[in-house]
């Protein structure tokens, strides 16, 4: 990528997961990896990309569940690689204009921890998401959002 925002993000195939990319920051002291760790992604099928969370123990709330901020800043972060992995739209420079969420069920802390997004619509400046965090079988929430993409796209 051509920016420097750009060529500080990651995705590419993961050498231990075949078929996933890795999707991250090359900065470890930024968010999405002091906090949220190593992400892995698929797209699956044309409008559909799964995002991999392996808990850790600071995910955890004080009752032994993943805690719902973990859960939230993953959704925050898979809809942008859902846009990116499916849609080709750059990372840096898109922002979240809303996000609504319902939590359905507690994250068990011993299972990998998806987001599986749906990119419902794409315009010139928007894009439309919804989805579905799951461990396995097992529904932990719900959301839609809306996100704007970067007024000047930085294209590989």
Known sequence: MTSEAAA????????DHPGWNRYELSDATRYNRAVLGELI???EGDSHCRVRL???EHHVNSAGRIHGGVTLGLIDVALFAAMYLLRD??????V?????TQFIGGGDATRPLDAVVEVLRETHRMGFLRGLVVQ?????SSFTATIRKPSNPVKP
């Open 8 to 15: 500080h993000f990651i995705c590419e195939p993961h050498p």
């Open 41 to 43: 992604i698929r797209a």
């Open 96 to 100: 979240t204009l809303d996000m609504q």
């Open 89 to 94: 739209v750059p990372v840096a420079g898109s």
């Open 54 to 56: 392996t808990p850790r």
């Open 136 to 140: 396995d079988d097992d529904l932990v």
